[in-house]
């Protein structure tokens, strides 16, 4: 049986000197993303801006959007928006939050319901007030403050620092990448967008792991070897195992994505962007290459030229100016 | 690598299989399940986004219980100066204290140790903490201070949580839906969830309202109408209004309370015997009997106000004493709202109003759709990964999907063994453990097929490629493992639930790529000594 090879054996591209493209257009990307967060804002969801959201179904079988519209505008609750999505019967409403505190939430629950009556199922009502908003922000803030640091503490140990840094800078490209995808598609940002975003850390990372594992294992089996070779050499024999894995992953997402209903669209869409696309892009041509300038492997070189023959090298070494011009070239 | 000894291999399989057994319960019927041991029945609980329900978030209105405890201190003040005979001035609530002048500067350091009477070691004599409930001090000039500390408003709003969640308990159990649940959360909260409500409404209305109910004398000597307008209420009085055919009208009340509610024992809906209108009758204990027997005596012929919540429910005239600690309130009670104004009052009154702050309700018919979603997505995810594992590795990507389907089912067995709640997201969480448990299997396969062209024999380079990989797979996990930890302890409902399963995937992930398919690749390397691998 002929079995399905993606990426060919003997594949060797040189993903280090390709660092001149990307490490430039990630840049460009992530000051995009950030202008986009700060200029065209974030849509968000009821869990942090307080608010309403209805799902309704007519049960005419086809929602008359003109006609609940004007009915809603009628009502006097601020901005109201309507969404049809799936089926024509499914609407899906949002409320601003209104002035009033907590109870004022729930009149305008009751003001709505009375208005359509029996003529929708509300499949779904959510009701979030100022103050839970609030906390919900406060929370999804601290939690990826958390696990950033909790995974960065956790690679410190594992790796050399060099890796925990790298890792970290991988990261964060990720995250604002991906913030920068929610601001342009205008994807609602609710709390599973905050459980989208810590997944696909764990996942980029996850990627950058495997990576880094055969970097490290490389570094002390071939002592002798220009980083930028060593670097490729890891970045290639992973390769296959990068691009199966995230196809496998796709193709769940894949499934969920269209058939796992509006409640759980933008966690996948999200996750669908940042996993597949961003986190494989960074781990092969942001979190390796950039190790290169955190001065990984210089020690190494110095520690044989210094200690040869003597055991254990040395833990600092001054020298450090032949493998430094090396690395750049 | 590939060598396994015989109690090994089986204590392996063993668990595996014992863990998977877990899931067992939930593909029974619950009528099925009852009936079994309990150890057997643990199984998993739909979260309230697959079978329809709602999640209300309740908090306690702390300044009203700060306002209570300052309005209680006062009149503790009053009580204890008049007692000690003490001359006083300007008895006020300021901030969060009292103060009071004493008239007599010879008084004051009598004043002084009464009122420091009122304070009490924080926490009872049991968990004494050096605290006090209040600070008494001299302010100079002859004013006395007492401050309610901190702790002991917190203390109080502690335990009007504590109460409130007995009377909710109450009054949702009479819904008579099934496994409702109410738990406390952080200081002041509590969190209701109650599946399977197609419209929350009456719950809301139900867990709401205080209730307090009070029988005072209406006030027959002034003029309500007058009071409304002028907003110039007499000093003994309350304001209150009573809805009479969709008209608020003005009533004054006496301050003074006749009986009140927490003296009912049993309230029930019925019907008045002459006009067949949907009444309440109640009946009080033995205390209440007695004081409410004693005001009617003395005044028969004049009218009282049954008063809920502040609003005059209705104020009939007393014909004649009323002795039997029994009677009934009737006002414009539909069948629904007598039944349900019985069941508040059996509850007894909520020590202080709640705010409903968050509210999650899904429709019974949505939470449906989500589970056939759920299913299908479910089904399609794991049918395209399986295949495409068959197509990259063949026989390999076929022990692959063995490890996997064991995973997927451990998943389940450890989330019935733990009595998870399974939701939406956790569903998401399942489909993506499916995607990233096979990249155990594909670091492993992959470093094999590299061992393989580095020239090594077949049964060297599948060893290699265990060990090899194993460390990565060990650290890859690990990142994600944190971050489903993290999520877990911030997120709550639907994110917890996409937390724990992927918490719960991680680990059997890792178990099956440690121990399951390795054994498999194992027994089939002793059965066959392949001299190529064929991946």
């Known amino acids: ?329 | 690598m590939l060598y396994f000894s015989r109690w090994k291999a089986t204590s392996i399989l063993a668990v595996a299989l014992l863990v998977c057994l877990c899931a067992v319960p939930n593909f029974f019927p619950d009528k099925v399940v009852d009936t079994w041991p309990k150890w057997a029945q643990r199984h998993l609980v739909l979260g309230l986004d697959l079978q329809g329900g709602s999640h209300i978030l309740l908090e306690v209105d702390s300044n009203f219980v700060r306002t209570e405890k300052l309005r209680n201190l006062q009149d503790d003040v009053r009580r204890v100066l008049r007692d000690a005979k003490v001359g006083y001035t300007g008895l006020a609530i300021r901030g969060d204290g009292v103060e009071v002048r004493i008239r007599e500067g010879s008084d004051s350091t009598l004043a002084l140790t009464k009122l420091r009477e009122l304070s009490q070691p924080l926490g009872g004599i049991l968990g004494n903490t050096g605290q006090r409930t209040i600070d008494v001090s001299d302010q100079g000039n002859g004013t006395i201070r007492l401050a309610v500390t901190q702790a002991a408003i917190t203390e109080r709003i502690r335990q009007s949580v504590e109460q409130s969640i007995q009377i909710i308990e109450k009054r949702v159990n009479e819904l008579g839906t099934v496994e409702p649940s109410i738990q406390r959360q952080g200081v002041d909260r509590i969190l209701v969830q109650v599946p399977g409500l197609q419209d929350p409404s009456r719950l809301k209305a139900l867990i709401g309202t205080t209730a307090k109910l009070d029988f005072q004398m209406v006030d027959m000597n002034n003029n309500p109408q007058d009071a409304a307008q002028s907003g110039r209420v007499p000093p003994d009085d309350l304001l209150l209004y009573e809805g009479r055919g969709g008209q608020r009208v003005p009533v004054l009340v006496e301050k003074r309370v006749m009986v009140s509610g927490a003296d009912l024992i049993d309230a029930q809906p019925g019907f008045d015997n002459r006009t067949s209108e949907p009444i309440v009758s109640f009946r009080f204990n033995t205390a209440g009997a007695r004081r409410f027997a004693q005001a009617t005596q003395e005044n028969v012929g004049r009218p009282f106000a049954i008063v809920l919540d502040n609003e005059v429910i209705s104020a009939p005239v007393i014909r004649e004493p009323i002795l039997g600690g029994s009677g009934q309130i009737s006002g414009n009670f539909t069948v629904q709202s007598a039944n349900d104004l019985a069941i508040l009052l059996r509850a007894g009154a909520l020590p202080a109003p709640l705010t409903i702050i968050e509210e999650r309700t899904v429709g019974p018919g949505l939470g449906q759709d989500s589970i056939a979603r759920g299913k299908l997505a479910s089904y399609l995810g794991a049918a395209l990964v399986v295949v495409f594992m068959f197509a990259t590795y063949g026989l390999f990507g076929l022990f692959a999907n063995i490890a996997v389907a064991v995973n997927v089912a451990m998943i389940f067995g450890i989330l019935s063994l733990l009595n998870a709640t399974l939701t939406l997201p956790g569903i998401a969480g399942i489909v993506l453990t499916v995607g990233i448990a096979v990249d155990s299997n594909v670091l492993i396969y992959e470093r094999i097929r590299e061992e393989v062209r580095a020239g090594r024999s077949a049964i060297l380079a599948i060893d290699a490629g265990f060990s090899r990989a194993l460390a990565t797979i060990l650290d890859s996990n690990i990142t994600t493992f944190i971050a489903a930890a993290v999520l877990f302890f911030i997120g709550t409902g639907a994110v917890r639930g996409f937390a724990v399963t992927l918490g719960i995937g991680i680990l059997t992930t890792l178990f099956t790529a440690f121990t399951l398919t390795r054994l498999i690749v194992a027994w089939w390397v002793r059965w066959r000594r392949p001299q190529t691998v064929p991946i």
Do not use: C
């Not at chain 1, 359509?116 to 959510?126: I, L, T, W």
């Not at chain 1, 609710?190 to 950058?208: C, K, M, Q, V, W």
């Open chain 1, 1 to 329: 049986m002929r079995l399905l090879r993606i990426v060919p054996d003997d594949t060797n591209f040189d993903f280090i000197r390709f660092r001149r493209i990307s490490f430039p257009v990630s840049g460009a990307l992530s000051i995009l993303a950030i202008v986009l967060y700060f200029f065209h804002g974030l849509n968000f969801g009821i869990d942090f801006r307080g608010g309403t959201l209805m799902e309704v179904q007519a049960k005419s079988g086809v929602a008359e959007l003109a006609q609940m519209r004007s009915t809603l505008a009628g009502l006097d609750l601020g901005d109201v928006q309507l969404q049809q999505f799936g089926s024509p019967a499914d609407v899906l409403i949002r409320l601003a939050q209104q002035p009033g505190g907590d109870e004022a939430q729930q009149a305008a629950v009751r003001k709505v319901r009375a208005a359509f009556g029996d003529s929708v199922d509300y499949r779904r009502v959510e009701v979030v007030g100022p103050r839970v908003s609030g906390e919900l922000l406060a929370m999804g803030t601290i939690g990826m403050f958390f696990a950033i640091v909790g995974i960065l503490i956790y690679l410190w140990f594992r790796f050399e620092w060099q890796f925990a840094l790298g890792a970290m800078i991988a990261n964060m490209h990720d995250i604002v990448l991906t913030i920068g995808f929610m601001s342009v598609t205008q994807i609602d940002f609710d709390l599973t967008s905050i459980a989208a975003l810590l997944t696909i850390l764990g996942y980029s990372l996850n990627d950058t792991v495997v990576i880094y594992d055969r970097i490290r294992e490389m570094l002390r089996r071939y002592k002798k070897m220009p980083m930028p070779e060593l670097l490729n050499h890891s970045i290639n024999s992973t390769l296959s195992r990068s691009v199966i894995t995230h196809v496998t992953v796709s193709l769940a997402l894949l499934a969920l994505l269209v058939y796992g209903g509006q409640a759980i669209h933008s966690f996948t869409a999200t996750m669908m962007f940042g996993v597949v696309l961003v986190g494989t892009y960074t781990s092969i041509f942001i979190a390796s290459p950039i190790l290169l300038y955190l001065g990984v492997g210089t020690t190494r070189r110095d520690a044989e030229e210094v200690s040869s023959g003597a055991g254990k090298p040395p833990a600092s070494s001054p020298a450090k100016p032949p493998a430094k011009a090396k690395t750049k070239s």
